[in-house]
């Protein structure tokens, strides 16, 4: 069955500091690995997207792992803000057109 | 904003009631999508329009029923809802209907069936 898992559901952090999100999928035939965030009471936002043959992509302080053969994906955020706040919703696409979404993480920083 | 709107943004009504979600792109994207996002749950794909003809329909019941007058629109008609229907009802656009091409979603439309 094809799955997306994240974990930790939910992440509390002080402003400031490092954190990382994991991804762990079952989906195949694996096209890409997109990283969304979703503030509260708004849609996903698209951070990356990586295919089969990239193992890391950076968006400002957003970086993204892909290991293919282990089937993880991690989102780093480092030096974390306050408006890093939101769900981050980590999505497969396989085949030709289907996409599996996460449940997300919901990470919380504190001041 | 990602350059997807969507209208009204808050919704509550009787499960007797019918109205309609909008949703408008300026992409000038030919791929439309109806996502319903539960709590706690992973988003779910509703239906998916391609140069405004449905290429999908993920087993939805008929009590939603969407409409895509041209590439720039797309509406979901709501009519005898149930409260598990309640959820924040998501509309995204793509260049075209495909795993490469990167949706963009607007802010959504928060329902609430009593």
């Known amino acids: 069955k094809n799955q997306v898992e994240q974990s930790p559901q939910s992440l509390i952090i002080l402003e400031g500091k490092n954190c990382t999100l994991q991804c762990n999928y079952t989906v195949s035939p694996f096209s890409n690995l997109r990283w969304y965030k979703q503030d509260t009471g708004r849609g996903p936002v698209s951070l990356t997207i990586?295919?089969?043959?990239?193992n890391t992509k950076s968006n400002g302080r957003y970086t993204a792992t892909l290991d293919a053969d282990t089937k993880q994906s991690s989102l780093h955020i480092t030096a974390s803000q306050l408006s890093d706040s939101a769900s981050y919703i980590c999505v497969v696409s396989f085949n030709t057109d289907k996409l599996i979404f996460g449940t997300g993480t919901r990470l919380q920083v504190f001041p | 904003e990602t350059g997807v709107t969507q209208t009204p943004r808050h919704l509550v009504m009787g499960m007797t009631n019918k109205k309609s979600l909008k949703c408008e792109q300026h992409l000038g994207h030919n791929a439309m999508y109806w996502y319903k996002q539960s709590a706690k749950k992973p988003l779910e794909l509703m239906f998916v329009y391609n140069f405004k003809e449905q290429t999908e329909n993920n087993s939805v019941p008929s009590r939603f029923s969407p409409e895509c007058p041209n590439s720039s629109h797309l509406f979901l008609h709501l009519h005898t809802l149930q409260p598990e229907d309640s959820a924040l009802y998501l509309c995204?656009?793509?260049?075209?209907?495909?795993?490469?091409?990167?949706?963009?979603f607007g802010p959504g439309t928060r329902l609430t069936v009593t």
């Open positions: 995204a656009s793509s260049q075209r209907q495909g795993p490469t091409y990167e949706q963009y």
């Open positions: 990586m295919t089969f043959s990239e």
